[in-house]
Every structure is written in structure tokens, then in C-alpha cells.
């Protein structure tokens, strides 16, 4: 029988997307840099007052992106104590320290190549060297005052890498959230707001879209080497995937809601903020799913709109 009482309907609905499961996406620019982007990006100098918004609406965490200016073969910006991520982190946890600071680990935007993987010697994938690089980040990004660090360059053996080199240097408490990435052309955005695309044309170690299996094996790899939690991407993408692993891993599932899923999903409005209204729909389900948190360009409006409904 329909339930035609609103009140009725509210008493027996299960719960519905709130700001907490929400997790701001921060893409990083410094203060001069004016270039035109597919996405919105933020200098230092506007994270204080982004993350006290967030912050007023009941969001309880960012994840931040940042590349380098200087790039070159060896990714050496990257792990800068004052580069844009170590200043960004620091911002963040200084303007709220509750605020919960998530962080990509990858060579993709301090590489002159873009690619995920740095070379050896002989000009092929230099895996060991990019896991020291990878190792070496994460500590920095840590000692920045990150609470979680993200490899994503989806190599075997780097989350436990990391793991071993973050208890090393005295970070036993900060967590690790490897990237579980499927291949896809909704990134498009993000490579092209980071200046991130691999001059290859793709991304090595991705997972093909038609290889779940693939996935729950890489999945319960990373568990194996000391993930905290599994961010999944592109969110959308991943649904089935989400539902597989939540009954096979015993760790948090954290969605990521890419940059295409964002642009696609969303209309400007006159007041030129975002009509978030599919964004809602489409993470609702991922919560039914299994989604612990979500990550999203959207986090702000999305907030907004929720505390409105």
C-alpha cells in the first residue's frame, strides 16, 4: 500500500544522505596562477574560509590534490616540506584541526611526463623508484599534519611501502587509502585542472572497466599491505564493485565521485553555483551501496542544498 502521509514516510525511510558522509575534493593552485579551468581550484590563501564553510555545514572532510610548478623526471617537488601540498595541508588543519585531511600520493602532477610511474635507468618504469618517491611523500604529507594518505599510482607493494615507511617516522596513527582506479574518460577534467596527463595516453596499472574480478583482487592485495580504507573511482563506475567488496574486505569503502561524473551531473544556476540535485541522487545510492564516505567536487553546494531540503 502507497504511503500517502509525508510524515509517514519520513518515520519509515531509512536514512537519507546527510553533509557527514561527505568529503570536499580541494584541487590546489597557487596565487598566480590564473589559468582557465575545467574544474573550481583554491590557493592556499582560500582554504581557511573553504573549509570553515564546510566546516559550518557539517562536513568533517577534505581530500586534497596539489601538484608542482617545477617538474621534472624524478617527481622531486613533490615531497617539498613547502611545496603546495605540505602548505595546503597545514592551512586546512590549522583553520580546524577536527577537520579530517585527506591527500593524494602520486607522481602524476610533479612528473614532467605526467604519467603515474617514474623511469629507470634504461627509460622503463622505474616501479622501485617510484615507490621511494611515493614513501617519501607520504611521510611529508603526514608531518604536514595529513590525516590520510592516498597512493594512487596503483603499483603492487607501494601502499605497504608506505605503511612500513609512515610507522618508520613516527606516524603509526596517520591512515592510509590506497586508490583502487578503474580506466576511464571521465577523468579528463582533473588532468587536464592538474596539467596531469600521462604522455602515454594512459594510465598503466588502471583496471579495464570489464574486469571486476580484477578489482576484488587488487582490493584484497592492498588490504594485505596495510590499507586502512579503499577509495574507489569513478564512484558511478564502481557500484557493483562497491557491493562485491563490502561483503569480501574488512575496511571502509570511500567512493570518489570524479571529475566528469561532476561536470555531467550538475547544470549551472544564474547565481553561478551548481544545481546539485543528480549529485544527490546518484550518492544516495552509493550510501545504499556500501559507500562509507563520499568524495565530491560537489561537497560544498551539495551541503548547502541538504541543509535546505
Excluded at 627509460?123 to 592516498?150: E, F, H, K, P, Y
Excluded at 590506497?178 to 604522455?199: D, N, T
Excluded at 569503502?253 to 570524479?258: A, K, Q
Aim: glycine share 8%; proline share 6%; with cysteine.
Amino acid at each position: 500500500m502507497p504511503l500517502q502521509r509525508s510524515v509517514v514516510r519520513n518515520f519509515l525511510d531509512a536514512p537519507g544522505l546527510t553533509s557527514a558522509d561527505l568529503s570536499m575534493v580541494f584541487l590546489m593552485r597557487e596565487d598566480d596562477d590564473t589559468r582557465p579551468r575545467p574544474l573550481p581550484t583554491l590557493t592556499v590563501s582560500e582554504v581557511p574560509d573553504t573549509v570553515r564553510a564546510l566546516e559550518s555545514l557539517g562536513v568533517k572532510s577534505v581530500k586534497i590534490f596539489a601538484g608542482s610548478r617545477v617538474r621534472d623526471a624524478q617527481a622531486s617537488q613533490g615531497f617539498s616540506p613547502i611545496g603546495l601540498m605540505s602548505r595546503a595541508i597545514a592551512a586546512a588543519k590549522k583553520t580546524a584541526p577536527d577537520m579530517l585531511v585527506m591527500t593524494e600520493t602520486c607522481v602524476c602532477s610533479h612528473n614532467d611526463s605526467g604519467e603515474c610511474w617514474l623511469t629507470d635507468e634504461r627509460g622503463g618504469m622505474g616501479l622501485s623508484r617510484t615507490t621511494a618517491n611515493l614513501t617519501v611523500q607520504a611521510v611529508m604529507q603526514a608531518d604536514a599534519g595529513a590525516d590520510i594518505v592516498g597512493p594512487a599510482a596503483m603499483i603492487s607493494g607501494s601502499v605497504r611501502a608506505v605503511r612500513e615507511a609512515l610507522d618508520a617516522a613516527g606516524h603509526k596513527a596517520v591512515g592510509v587509502m590506497p586508490h583502487l582506479i578503474f580506466e576511464s574518460s571521465l577523468y579528463q577534467g582533473y588532468r587536464q585542472s592538474m596539467g596531469a596527463v600521462p604522455r602515454s595516453g594512459t594510465r598503466a596499472f588502471q583496471i579495464d572497466p570489464g574486469r571486476p574480478e580484477r578489482a576484488v583482487h587488487v582490493a584484497r592485495e592492498m588490504v594485505d599491505e596495510g590499507a586502512d580504507a579503499i577509495l574507489t573511482e569513478p564512484a558511478l563506475h564502481t557500484v557493483d564493485t562497491l557491493v562485491h567488496l563490502k561483503d569480501k574486505i574488512p575496511v571502509p569503502l570511500v567512493p570518489f565521485s570524479v571529475s566528469g561524473e561532476y561536470l555531467r551531473l550538475t547544470d549551472c544556476r544564474d547565481d553561478g553555483r551548481r544545481d546539485v540535485k543528480g549529485l544527490i541522487e546518484a550518492y544516495t545510492v552509493l550510501k545504499r551501496a556500501g559507500a562509507s564516505r563520499i568524495i565530491t567536487y560537489g561537497a560544498l553546494d551539495l551541503a548547502r542544498e541538504l541543509r535546505t531540503s
